[in-house]
């Protein structure tokens, strides 16, 4: 009888720690998806801004990938000395 009530308790608790780490990883999708979506919304506002100063679409694209080029490696480098 109490093996039973302790599978039975170590069921529910490995089922409420999935169902946490499921919807903890679910709002850190969603936060991550408002904050690039953010940051792709004002990159479309000063590549229009560049695009009227007369600054060609590619080197426009030239700049945006340098940026997106440089936060990669630089988050790469803070995830791998951690």
Known sequence: MIRR????EIK???V???STV???VGIAF?????LLSIGVERDRNEAGLLK???IHRKQIRQI???KYLLFS???????EFK
């Open 16 to 18: 409420l720690s999935i």
């Open 52 to 54: 009227a100063l007369g």
């Open 64 to 66: 945006y990938m340098a």
């Open 22 to 24: 499921i919807f903890t």
């Open 5 to 8: 009530l302790i599978k039975n």
């Open 30 to 34: 969603l936060l991550i998806f408002l």
């Open 12 to 14: 529910n608790q490995k």
């Open 73 to 79: 490696v630089i988050g790469g480098g803070i995830t």
